[in-house]
């Protein structure tokens, strides 16, 4: 249960006659840091110096990405030979084993079955699929 109000003035905490002692803080703080102008001729050059470096990581690079690619360039021929040499392995493997497996066979005309020959051919060369060749090799 709560008490009724008195009619009486509250009573306050006042401070001591005259106030409190004041106190000297500025001595226990110690400077706030650089200025800011200070700051901002900090960040700037930071900055700068940043662009610069990636500048010059991006100069690096492109120089090495056309090292790369003239030494690409000038790999592609031997590559496509190489290429080239490893189909036509493969083709005369599986032209050796087309004659085998069609031998005693004629086409539609009465000639006998020619390897490599398709009733499909449209008179230009193309080479056959390599992943066939791939697949189907035993």
Avoid: C
């Avoid at 090495?64 to 189909?87: F, G, S, T």
């Avoid at 084993?97 to 539609?108: C, P, Y």
């Amino acid at each position: 249960m709560s008490l009724r109000p008195s009619n009486a003035p509250p009573i306050q905490d006042m401070p001591p006659p005259g106030g409190y002692k004041k106190i000297d803080y500025g001595r226990y703080l110690p400077d706030r840091g650089p200025k800011g102008w200070q700051l901002w001729a900090g960040a700037a050059t930071l900055i700068m110096y940043g662009y610069y470096q990636v500048g010059k990581t991006n100069k690096a690079r492109i120089q090495q990405q056309m090292q790369e690619r003239k030494v690409r360039y000038a790999l592609a021929p031997l590559m496509q030979a190489e290429a080239d040499r490893e189909y036509m392995e493969r083709e005369l493997v599986n032209l050796r084993r087309e004659a085998e497996v069609m031998k005693g066979v004629t086409d539609l005309k009465g000639n006998p079955w020619v390897p490599g020959a398709s009733q499909f051919f449209g008179g230009q060369w193309m080479p056959r699929k390599v992943s066939y060749f791939m697949r189907h090799q035993g």
